[in-house]
Structure formats: structure tokens, C-alpha cells
């Protein structure tokens, strides 16, 4: 069983950055191999798409978060980062990490991101 623990949540006054991190639990060339992504469940919404970034390094984002958020990996450490910048209160919720390997999708436990004055 593939384990994701996301770290870097907390609470964030309007306009701050916070940098969440994704550990997973699998062997280098596996991580190497796989797609990674961020997503997150904001009140009232279904869980949705924040970001994700392929085996080659190439990025997607969701609209509305291309200019203020940014995913990279860092193979090296089996890690994936959601630098998130222009913080707003729309933006709090729960942030999951993503893995999708073959057929396969793995889900992380979440980190909560709290955005408020």
C-alpha cells in the first residue's frame, strides 16, 4: 500500500504563501515513474483539481490558480511541493496529494489549509 503524507498546511492570513509538501512511501524509480497532483475539497465543493505535474516534469494547473500556485517534484526525495502564493479565504480547504502510477491512484490523508485575518 502506497502511502502519501502531506505536510505545510496551517493558517494564513490573506495574501500569505504556504508551501505544502507530499512525501510517498515507494521506491525511486517507482516515484520516478509516476504522475503526481495536488488537489483539494473546499466548503461546499467537490474535490477538485489544484495542479499536477507528469513524470517528465510537465505542469497542469487549474485556471483560476495558474498565476499563484506552483507544483514541482523533487525525485530525489520522492517528493512533490504545492508553493502557494496570494493566499484568499476561497482557497481554504482540505489539500490532498495524488499519485497515479499505470492504473493505479494512491490519495494522501490531506493537510487542512486555513486562509483568515
Known amino acids: 500500500q502506497v502511502q502519501l503524507v502531506e505536510s505545510g498546511g496551517g493558517l494564513v492570513q490573506p495574501g500569505g504563501s504556504l508551501r505544502l509538501s507530499c512525501v510517498a512511501s515507494?521506491?525511486?524509480?517507482?516515484?520516478?515513474?509516476?504522475?503526481m497532483g495536488w488537489y483539494r475539497e473546499t466548503p461546499g465543493k467537490q474535490r477538485e483539481l489544484v495542479a499536477t505535474?507528469?513524470?517528465?516534469?510537465?505542469?497542469n494547473y487549474a485556471d483560476s490558480m495558474n498565476d499563484r500556485f506552483t507544483i514541482s517534484r523533487d525525485n530525489a526525495k520522492n517528493s512533490v511541493y504545492l508553493q502557494m502564493n496570494s493566499l484568499n479565504p476561497e482557497d481554504t480547504g482540505v489539500y490532498y496529494c495524488?499519485?497515479?502510477?499505470?492504473?493505479?491512484?494512491?490519495w494522501g490523508q490531506g493537510t487542512q489549509v486555513t486562509v483568515s485575518s
Open positions: 515507494v521506491s525511486g524509480i517507482i516515484f520516478r515513474l509516476s504522475n
Open positions: 495524488r499519485r497515479d502510477i499505470a492504473q493505479s491512484t494512491s
Open positions: 505535474i507528469n513524470r517528465g516534469g510537465d505542469t
